[in-house]
């Protein structure tokens, strides 16, 4: 099939791409066109004019701000996936980035692209709740942030408003000395829309005690969603309250069925993960803890 007819529109600047926004309720945007261009040729949506930010330069790059790293919104998800400013940064981004689609979709995908399409089975959607990341956004006003937790409301559903676009991610830097990450998820193939997806965070003091946790689950109801699991911090690895922490979490879970897995499966695969994430972080901040140790020694 073919698009219904469009206008295609390149910008010189954020604030005309914003303008442009404003002045026409049917615009797009549209950046790496990995999700918006299959729609337009299937006709599962619709646009009278693509405004193309792709190539405007101050949206482009990756950047530290003090506990921050700021990722710009037409930033391709492999300049990401390769990038050890983001792995030393971020290091659950870099972990969810090669689960994102397949290597030619990430090429071309963005970070921003995948934000703003909002899908609830996308990986940087779900690390961007599930770290608390801010979705920058700039309209003819200025430029504002959002928390990733109001940022998405449904299913492919965001609180963008007319005029508004996605300018850049910010993701908060975990400081503490042992941190550790993992990344889980099931689908029906490799690269395939994620059933269930988990993603973890947590922080060790230097007794190997819990004294930060993040836990994110995708892919199982309308929206990704970070649950409450505060219980764990003063725990260590391999505690017996793991998997009740993640159960009494997930209560707030409401896992839908489709043609492929039904509810029932979403919600105990989403618990199996977390609890399997949740234990791979901590093992993964015991271990690099132990390589710290080791290059200290090392160095002395």
């Known amino acids: 099939m073919k698009p219904a007819p469009f206008e295609y529109v390149r910008p010189d600047s954020v604030a005309q791409a914003c303008e442009m926004l404003a002045a026409d309720e049917d615009a797009r945007i549209i950046a790496g066109g990995q999700t918006l261009v299959p729609m337009l040729a299937m006709r599962l949506a619709r646009a009278a004019k693509l405004i193309d930010i792709y190539r405007l ?3 482009n790059g990756i950047r530290v701000e003090g506990d921050v790293l700021v990722i710009g919104a037409t930033t391709r998800q492999v300049q990401v996936e390769r990038s050890a400013l983001a792995m030393q940064s971020t290091p659950l981004l870099s972990k969810a980035l090669p689960w994102v689609g397949h290597p030619p ?10 934000v703003a399409n909002a899908d609830p ?10 770290l608390g990341a801010e979705i920058e956004i700039t309209n003819p006003d200025g430029v504002t942030s959002m928390p990733a937790d109001d940022f998405f409301i449904g299913p ?14 910010r993701f908060p830097i975990w400081r503490h000395a042992r941190v550790g990450t993992a990344f889980h998820e099931v689908s029906a193939r490799k690269s395939d829309f994620a059933f ?10 230097e007794d190997g005690k819990c004294i930060a946790a993040a836990l994110g689950i995708g892919g199982v109801g309308d929206r990704a969603l970070r649950l409450d699991v505060a219980k764990l911090v003063g725990e260590t690895a391999g505690t017996a309250r793991l998997k009740d922490i993640v159960a009494e979490a997930a209560a707030v879970l409401e896992p839908s069925s489709d043609l492929h897995v039904s509810a029932a499966y979403r919600m105990r695969v989403a618990v199996a993960f977390g609890v399997r994430a949740l234990e791979d972080a901590m093992t993964d901040a015991c271990s690099a803890a132990t390589q710290s140790n080791r290059g200290a020694k090392q160095w002395r």
């Open 57 to 59: 330069p101050e949206l």
């Open 105 to 114: 979709t990430r090429n071309r995908g963005t970070v921003g692209g995948s």
């Open 121 to 130: 089975s996308a990986e940087i959607p779900l690390v961007a709740v599930t």
């Open 156 to 169: 492919m559903l965001t609180s963008v408003m007319p005029g508004d676009c996605v300018t850049a991610v």
């Open 196 to 205: 269930v997806a988990a993603a973890a965070q947590v922080a060790l003091d």
